[in-house]
């Protein structure tokens, strides 16, 4: 089976610009989140979606955050304008229905570092 | 809002030794769930063992197994037999009404 799938895996960039983190879940799973991981700290979720609806983007700045789930099967994460203090590891990650008890299942994560 | 605390940032263990990684959790639910996840130096985090808060017995895993104290809001992992690919960030997390929110982690070395 097939795991979570994210690219890239490194990424520098400085303040300002924009970039882009993209995320293919395990194939049937109808529920994708996107955490930030900051050095020392454990993650945090950002946003959840159920199929292509979000369910929780409590804590994504949306000044700046913005993401999508295209056709409830890819997602994109992107960030205009980066700073500084968002270095850090993005992390998606899927499960089947998203219930409570749910095991996630991780990708490798995409490491952000800005200038 | 659910809050969890890992106060160890870093344990070390011989191999062949057992070693208990420490967790305390805050939440006003009765119903919610624990989880201990592993991330290795590849960044992959990967459930280890999970508990339903409304069973008493303690979830074991192989080498792994917890011990749950509800009243103390406390929810420490054991690891028996460590080896080198223990070796890992290890996180605990609390999950209620789709909620997970994750301790900051415990980096577990493991010596030869």
């Known amino acids: 089976e097939a795991g979570v799938a994210q690219s890239p895996r490194y990424k520098i960039i400085e303040k300002r610009q924009s970039v882009a983190f993209w995320c293919n879940p395990i194939?049937?799973?109808?529920?994708l989140y996107w955490y930030q991981q900051i050095l020392g700290q454990g993650p945090k979720l950002l946003i959840q979606f159920q199929n292509n609806g979000v369910v929780d983007d409590s804590q994504l700045p949306k000044d700046r955050f913005s993401a999508e789930r295209l056709k409830g099967v890819d997602s994109t994460l992107k960030i205009q304008p980066a700073k500084l203090e968002d270095s850090a590891v993005y992390l998606c990650?899927?499960?089947?229905?998203?219930?409570?008890?749910?095991?996630?299942?991780f990708g490798s994560g995409t490491q952000l570092s800005v200038l | 809002a659910q809050t969890v605390t890992q106060s160890q940032p870093e344990m070390s263990v011989q191999e062949a030794e057992t070693v208990t990684l420490s967790c305390t959790y805050d939440t006003s639910e009765s119903d919610y769930y624990l989880f201990w996840y592993k991330q290795p130096p590849s960044r992959q985090m990967i459930l280890v063992i999970r508990q339903e808060a409304y069973k008493q017995q303690n979830a074991t895993e192989n080498r792994f197994s917890v011990n749950f104290q509800k009243a103390a809001k406390s929810f420490s992992l054991k690891i028996s037999d460590s080896q080198l690919g223990d070796a890992a960030m290890y996180f605990c997390a609390s999950a209620y009404g789709n909620k997970l929110v994750f301790g900051a982690g415990t980096i577990l070395r493991v010596k030869s």
């Open positions: 194939s049937g799973h109808a529920t």
């Open positions: 990650a899927s499960s089947l229905v998203g219930a409570t008890n749910e095991k996630l299942f």
